[in-house]
């Protein structure tokens, strides 16, 4: 059964935006931490953002900060994850993943403290 939903994937040319949002199931309840990571092809399994649930406090990756920005819906405890001026190598697979133990904010920059995990989905820009 999956744990975590995630949608909004899909092919882009360079410079444009995507926007993915992540929903957990009902098995899954209430979560501390929800974020995103990617995997590019032949590639290592990356943070990229992650939002915590009572703060708000976000975190970025290097890579994406002032360019990505992760929100939440408190109501439904879902996230939506907003992708502007996409570049060709940040195609990957995004998965969402969430974690209802707690731990440091910047603790999530390492996958192994989130114990929840979507189905992954692609994205694809194009140059």
């Known amino acids: 059964q999956e744990q975590l939903s995630e949608s909004g994937g899909g092919s882009v040319h360079a410079g444009d935006s995507l926007t993915l949002s992540c929903a957990p199931s009902?098995?899954?309840?209430?979560?501390?931490?929800m974020g995103w990571l990617r995997q590019a092809p032949r590639k290592a399994r990356e943070f990229v953002a992650v939002i915590i649930r009572d703060s708000g406090r976000t975190h970025y990756a290097t890579a994406v900060e002032g360019r990505f920005t992760i929100s939440r819906d408190a109501a439904r405890d879902t996230v939506t994850l907003q992708m502007n001026r996409l570049k060709p190598e940040e195609t990957a697979d995004y998965y969402c993943?969430?974690?209802?133990?707690?731990?440091?904010?910047?603790?999530?920059?390492?996958?192994?403290?989130?114990?929840?995990w979507g189905q992954g989905v692609q994205v694809t820009v194009s140059s």
């Open positions: 993943a969430a974690d209802d133990i707690g731990h440091y904010y910047s603790d999530y920059d390492e996958e192994r403290f989130y114990n929840y």
């Open positions: 009902g098995s899954t309840g209430s979560t501390y931490a």
